[in-house]
């Protein structure tokens, strides 16, 4: 029996958002938004509005429970307007008088601490978060208990989001929809998505990923453990950064009662998948039904798995590269390989000649001649080796003869990496750190030269 089948059937019939209600909550918006723009207040100020969260993430899931709801965040993009940030909480205040001023959303509306909420009874919920960008670049939110703006960088998460599901051949995203799916299925343990996305999405790894991320079940094992070894070394609740924004954190977001009980059941169910993934063939349903109950194996799935085996379209992989001539994979060096540690590259531009720089996910590509500064952060303690690999690629670095690909080793502890941008095309950075000849920690970022 074809295993990645099966869950490629689950998905679509059972865990997966229907279409219909993608194409519903696409309508609410629309509506929402062209009566904002009515707005004699708001209106004026629109620039756009942006998905984000599990519905620009392609997360979104079914409700799984009987009065569960599904639900999706945008960002209003506004103009800023001067007399209302000195006092951050009026641009909601704002917000929900101009739906508060409406007949059909007069009765829906809900303000929260950085979003009002559209509430349509029985079905969803559309979270409107004011979005702006100020006069010194930043990109901000509202916090409106502490009456303050937080910096955010949404489409940087969306970037770093990508990045980590091609690593994994489009698995990251089906992972972080079956951990959802587990979530409210269990009710074991409460993690809101933002957390289990930057959890799930920050233990993909560079080290081996063909094999490690080859379907979704071995996906599915090989993020669960990871996510265990890592959750191990934390006997309470580590800061949660979000990884596109430095500085910014989610912690505000769990408790650490939530976070000990995560920790606790996370544990469990990675063993139960081991044990599922291990089990023979006659066993293997049951041992998955263990974690995702009954539903795992209706009719309705079975003849979806039986459809999907018989058919040529097959579930995602990444695509192989093509190798460059002087390239090197760690995997081929003889490291082992435990994930019990964090790392993350920030990468920045330097600008005024060194005197300011800007991240790198804060952009959509970067000039050519520019300055890249690359900092390793990691929880790793002790002494490590750090060893970096650059990679181009497109036609103006294929006939300078300069793909790169090299592991290129640091002294001892060293955590910075200085690089110059010169040829168009989308190219990639990664780093690892090795102790005691086991790679503890690895992390890819691109760079996208115009």
């Known amino acids: 029996m074809d295993i990645n089948a099966h869950f490629v059937a689950f998905l679509d019939t059972t865990v997966n958002l229907k279409q219909w209600k993608l194409d519903k909550l696409d309508g609410h918006v629309t509506a929402i938004v062209s009566a904002l723009q009515k707005d004699t207040e708001v209106g004026p100020l629109y620039k756009e509005h942006i998905p984000q969260g599990s519905w620009a993430h392609a997360t979104i899931i079914e409700p799984v429970g009987a009065f569960d709801q599904f639900d999706a965040d945008f960002l209003l993009h506004l103009e800023e307007d001067e007399a209302w940030s000195e006092d951050p909480g009026e641009y909601l205040r ?118 490690r991320y080859v379907d979704i079940p071995t996906a599915f094992v090989s993020l669960l453990e990871d996510l265990d070894s890592w959750l191990t070394e934390y006997d309470e609740m580590p800061l949660l950064d979000d990884p596109s924004c430095p500085g910014t954190s989610f912690n505000h977001r769990w408790t650490e009662e939530k976070y000990q009980n995560f920790r606790a059941m996370i544990t469990k169910y990675a063993g139960w998948a081991r044990e599922a993934i291990n089990a023979e063939e006659d066993k293997a349903l049951v041992a998955w039904q263990k974690l995702f109950g009954p539903e795992f194996t209706t009719p309705v799935v079975e003849a ?147």
């Open 94 to 211: 704002k917000v929900r008088a101009a739906f508060k001023a409406t007949s059909t959303y007069k009765d829906k509306v809900t303000k929260k601490n950085r979003c009002v909420r559209i509430e349509y009874a029985g079905d969803c919920h559309v979270d409107v978060v004011p979005h702006l960008t100020l006069s010194d670049g930043r990109q901000v939110i509202i916090n409106y208990a502490e009456n303050t703006f937080e910096e955010t960088n949404p489409g940087g998460f969306s970037d770093w989001m990508q990045e980590r599901d091609t690593l994994t051949g489009g698995n990251l995203r089906k992972v972080i929809r079956l951990m959802k799916y587990l979530r409210d299925y269990k009710n074991t343990f409460d993690c809101v998505s933002v957390i289990l996305t930057t959890l799930l999405g920050g233990r993909v790894q560079a080290f081996n990923a063909d094999s």
């Open 304 to 450: 979806a798995r039986k459809a999907i085996a018989t058919s040529p379209i097959r579930a995602s992989t990444r695509p192989p590269a093509a190798r460059a001539p002087q390239e090197e994979f760690i995997e081929e060096k003889g490291y082992r390989f435990s994930a019990r540690h964090m790392a993350r590259i920030e990468g920045r531009v330097e600008e005024l000649g060194g005197f300011r720089s800007r991240p790198i996910r804060s952009r959509k590509f970067v000039r050519r001649g520019m300055s890249l500064v690359f900092s390793l952060h990691t929880d790793t303690p002790g002494q490590f080796e750090v060893i970096w690999k650059v990679r181009n690629h497109g036609e103006a670095a294929t006939l300078a003869g300069n793909l790169r690909g090299q592991l290129l080793k640091s002294d001892f502890n060293s955590r910075i990496r200085r690089e110059t941008t010169r040829y168009p095309g989308r190219h990639y950075i990664e780093v690892y750190v090795v102790k005691d000849g086991v790679v503890v920690a690895s992390d890819h970022h691109e760079v996208v030269i115009e």
